[in-house]
């Protein structure tokens, strides 16, 4: 199983930039077909949404409500996803988690069973 774990959240004004990291063991994947890892998203009384994923290859998905102002990357030497959030709003404040899934052919992403513990974002009006 894929262990992760994040780092950047905080507490940020309207407007501000953040930037997550999700570190990734590199012992599984490829098993069981994971190529992929994306952030999640989950505010108080919601449900959670995904909101960015990036393939083993750099195929990047976005959430329309975040698509121009947050951007997946990933340094495969560092096992490393980042999400880099600019232009936040208040309506961004949630805690992220990422996951290791997999990207099919058709474009979507399915979320895997490794899961980090989550980082709280707080954005300020």
């Known amino acids: 199983q894929v262990q992760l774990v994040e780092s950047g959240g905080g507490l940020v004004q309207a407007g501000g930039s953040l930037r997550l990291s999700c570190s990734a063991s590199a012992s599984n994947f490829g098993i069981f077909g994971i190529n992929a890892v994306a952030w999640y998203r989950q505010a108080p009384g919601k449900q959670r949404e995904l909101v960015a994923a990036?393939?083993?290859?750099?195929?990047?998905n976005y959430a329309d409500s975040v698509k121009g102002r947050f951007t997946i990357s990933r340094d495969n030497a560092k096992n490393t996803v980042y999400l880099q959030m600019n232009s936040l709003k208040p309506e961004d404040t949630a805690v992220y988690t990422c996951?290791?899934?997999?990207?099919?052919?058709?474009?979507?992403?399915?979320?895997?069973?490794?899961w980090g513990q989550g980082t709280q974002v707080t954005v300020s009006s």
């Open positions: 990036i393939s083993i290859g750099g195929t990047t």
């Open positions: 996951n290791a899934g997999v990207r099919g052919n058709s474009g979507n992403y399915y979320p895997g069973n490794s």
